[in-house]
Structure formats: structure tokens, C-alpha cells
């Protein structure tokens, strides 16, 4: 039912419909999942002509205000990180990056979330403050791939490759994975917090797409 509210931009019953899905305990992950479901069913109703811009518009809105609904442990002091996350240089696509990172959180991982269009030193610098294992890199771009690419090169060349595990979202597979030099890729939101549960708790399912 998520699905289709979303689909149809009725913003009250998505509220209503999470929230009632929080009471009962569900996970906030499979019910981001169903959102997101949504959001490609909008997308794909805007590439055929039945939306428009406007529609868009309205259902990141209602996106934005569903992740606010997710609730969030107390960060702490911020300093110390399990995971640094980013979308790379040149791309400035961060929904995925956005939903993924809000559900670590709801679930007590700390994340270092550095935004988008991120430069290879600075992921390599955030690693280092925050002594992190875990690096996410997002993209949606074909161009990103290379810009992946550049920094895992930037991670190996600053002798952190070996203590970090990095992990690739967005239009990618496992050919992309293993251009970009990358241990595992996510097929989704839900992929990759999985992943990054299992990497940080060893809950969960192993059998990830890695090397």
C-alpha cells in the first residue's frame, strides 16, 4: 500500500501508512524500501508523460518527510565513525546516499555523511578523523565510475586500503565493483545498510556481492 500512495502523491496516507508501520514494528529499512519503490513508479510515470515536474518535486518532498519520521539515537559527540559515506566527485545525486545513510543512523551506526560531490582527499581525510572501517561511495553517473575509481586509488595511495572496506552504490554491478577496485557494491538502500550492518556486527546475511 506504501507503493501505490506514494505513486499516487497522496502524502497524508504515506504519513499515515509509516508511522503506522513503526508502531507495529517493522523495520524502518523495508518500509524506506517501499518508498522508494514509490519514487521509481513516479519516475517512470513522469518518463512516460503522465507527470510532470511539479510531481517530482512533490514526492521528494514527501520522501524528505518520511526520513524525518525515522528516528535517530543520540549521535554522540560526532568525533568517532563507523561509516563514511559521500556521493563522488562530479555527481550531485544524494537520495540513495540520504535514505541510507538515515537508516544507519536509526539503527545507532554513526555516520560521517559528506554530502555530494566529494573529492578523493576528502574522503581520505574523514577516514582518518573518524578512524572509520567502513567507506560508502555513491553515484549515479557513468563518470562516477572514475571518480570511484580515483578514490579508492587516493585510499590506497594514503596506506589505508587494507583496515577499510569500501562499498559502491547507484548504477553499479559487479563489473563496476571490480573496475573501481571496490570490495562490495549494493543493489539498493536496503543492500547496502544490510551490508553495512553485517561488516560492522556480523549480523545478518554474508552472502553480499564482493570480491
Known amino acids: 500500500m506504501l507503493v501505490t500512495a506514494v ?8 504519513v499515515r501508512l509509516f508511522e503506522l508501520g513503526l508502531k507495529e514494528g517493522i523495520s524502518p529499512v523495508i518500509l524506506i ?11 517512470e510515470m513522469y518518463q512516460h508523460g503522465s507527470y510532470y515536474i511539479a510531481d517530482l518535486i512533490m514526492a521528494a518532498l514527501i520522501f524528505k518527510h518520511v526520513l524525518s519520521l525515522v528516528p535517530l539515537p543520540d549521535p554522540g559527540n ?3 565513525a563507523h ?3 559521500g556521493t563522488v566527485e562530479e555527481d550531485i545525486h544524494d537520495i540513495g546516499k540520504n535514505v541510507t545513510a538515515g537508516l544507519l543512523r536509526s539503527m545507532g551506526i554513526n555516520v560521517c555523511d559528506l554530502g555530494v560531490d566529494v573529492k578523493p582527499e576528502t574522503f581520505v581525510a574523514a577516514l582518518k578523523d573518524t578512524q572509520a ?3 560508502g561511495l555513491s553515484g549515479l553517473l557513468t563518470s562516477s565510475y572514475d571518480a570511484m575509481k580515483r578514490t579508492v ?4 595511495a594514503a596506506g589505508l586500503r587494507d583496515r ?3 562499498i559502491i552504490g547507484g548504477l553499479v554491478n559487479d563489473d563496476i565493483k571490480e573496475y ?7 543493489k539498493d538502500c536496503a543492500d547496502g545498510v544490510d551490508l553495512c550492518d553485517f561488516l560492522i556486527t556480523g549480523a545478518g546475511q554474508a552472502a553480499f556481492h564482493c570480491q
Not at 524500501?33 to 519516475?43: L, N, P, Q, Y
Not at 586509488?153 to 590506497?156: I, K
Request: glycine share 10%; no cysteine; proline share 0%.
Open 180 to 186: 573501481v577496485g571496490a570490495d562490495y557494491w549494493a
Open 83 to 85: 561509516i563514511v559515506i
Open 153 to 156: 586509488m587516493a585510499v590506497e
Open 133 to 135: 572501517k567502513i567507506l
Open 164 to 166: 577499510i572496506k569500501i
Open 78 to 80: 560526532g568525533r568517532m
Open 7 to 14: 505513486q499516487k502523491l497522496d502524502e497524508d496516507k504515506v
Open 33 to 43: 524500501e517501499e518508498v522508494r519503490k514509490g519514487m521509481d513508479k513516479v519516475g
